[in-house]
């Protein structure tokens, strides 16, 4: 406790301020548990934004990482080397799919999947060079880049970082009728549709039923790809390898990250039928770091795990039982409930996010707001039962304690 202030004096004085972190200094963590400096323990209910689905450290992946740490970590691109093939040969088999191109952020992979679709429509479709169009939806969150941020609808996210790429038409979520007659007008310059099957930062958001379905028969007419960000959603945060199977939907490329690393690594790939990435020729796009050794031997482990389909049951049962909790909130201080799995976004009524996190984080409970007064819980999915009722008691009370009069 008494060294919190000063380290975090440390963040506040030379890290840009571009968080706004909670007063929470972590010095250990171990599965759903984390441990401040002070050594207070939380329960962490954020779970690195779903880049920690398997837990702090899960033993698993630290034994394949030290494992690779005592063989070879980097050996750059320019080499083969004895973890890569595997890698790419199980991502592959996982998805569902022909060929993978890993890179390290999320957002590496958006880039990758932009790059890739203009090329297929270029080469494949034989659209007119520049002509491409993205067709992306309102309140996406696909990342921080200077062309990602160019198509979001967050003022914060892009106001103040122009000139804006162009190239990308946005629809609002959920709307069929506004992809079908984007297609109608400009169907001939779409090359891909890039979507995410629920939308983690705007509030883990649920699209209408039938609309996956329906992007995939629009995408298919069209003879455009369909691209699904599953960085946030897949390998198993809603109950399923990836978000897109609750409507029986296969897009034509997966984009995946945070899990993948284990929580240990960034890893980050493109996944897609060998039509698609097979477009990309040597020095066309690359990385230095994508696909490392050390990478690719704790994503095989990763793939591995998730290959059981053990974690994605999991977080269908546990979720379940998670969504019966949450739903029975408070309606006086709770407006509303969204999310599927281990994931939800709650939306209060009277206070907010930031308010329910301090609070929350006083009784023990580590979560973030999305937007204004919506909180994401996406607790890791190897949580125990009675650690989730616990934390669930505790946002309980948050809530009582957010009630109108
Ligand atoms: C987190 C996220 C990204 C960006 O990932 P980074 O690793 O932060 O670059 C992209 N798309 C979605 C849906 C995400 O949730």
New binding site residues.
């Given amino acids: 406790m008494t060294q919190t202030p000063s380290l975090s004096a440390l963040t506040s004085e030379y890290s840009a301020h571009n968080y706004a972190p909670l007063p929470v200094v972590v010095a250990e963590a171990a599965g759903a548990w984390v441990t401040d400096v002070g050594g207070h323990r939380y329960l962490d209910m954020l779970a690195g ?1 779903s880049a920690l689905n398997f837990g702090h450290r899960h033993p698993r992946l630290v034994a394949a990482a030290m494992r690779q740490l005592g063989r070879v970590t980097l050996v750059s691109r320019a080499f083969d080397h004895d973890q890569f093939g595997p890698f790419c040969a199980e991502l592959a088999g996982l998805c569902g799919m022909e060929m993978v191109l890993p890179m390290n ?4 992979a ?1 880039e990758t999947a932009i790059k890739v679709a203009r090329k297929w429509g270029y080469d494949v479709r034989g659209v007119p060079r520049d002509e491409a169009l993205i067709v992306v939806f309102g309140d996406n ?4 880049t200077t062309t990602v941020v160019s198509f979001s609808s967050d003022p914060d996210a892009r106001e103040g970082f122009g000139p804006y790429t162009p190239g990308f038409v946005s629809v609002p979520y959920g709307d069929l009728a506004a992809l079908a007659s984007a297609f109608h007008e400009l169907g001939a310059r779409i090359v891909a549709v890039l979507i ?1 099957p629920i939308q ?2 705007a509030g883990v958001v649920v699209p209408p039923p039938g609309f996956l379905a329906g992007v995939r028969a629009l995408c298919t007419s069209a003879g455009a790809l369909m691209i699904a ?1 599953e ?2 959603s897949g390998l198993g945060r809603a109950g399923t390898t990836f978000a897109c199977a609750a409507e029986g939907v296969v897009p034509d490329a997966y984009l995946l ?2 899990a993948l690393g284990g929580g240990i690594v ?1 890893v ?1 790939a493109m996944v897609s039928a060998r039509s698609v990435l097979g477009v990309l020729r040597p020095g066309q796009h690359g990385s230095t770091f994508g696909g490392n050794p050390l990478a690719c031997a704790v994503a095989r482990e990763v793939i591995a795990m998730l290959a059981t389909g053990e974690y994605q049951a999991r977080s269908a049962s546990l979720g379940a039982a998670f969504h019966e909790r949450l739903a029975s909130l408070p309606s006086s201080a709770v407006s509303g409930v969204s999310g599927r799995g281990l994931w939800a976004g709650v939306t209060f009524r009277t206070r907010s996010g930031r308010a329910v996190c301090e609070q929350l984080a006083t009784l023990g409970v580590l979560a973030k707001e999305t937007h204004g007064s919506t909180i994401r819980l996406a607790p890791p999915l190897v949580i125990t039962e009675d650690d989730l009722a616990w934390g669930l008691d505790r946002f309980e009370q948050a809530a009582l304690d957010s009630q109108s009069p």
Avoid: A
């Fill in positions: 934004y952020t999320g957002v590496e958006v969150f696909h990342g921080r995410e983690g930062e960000d960085i946030q990250g945070k960034p980050s």
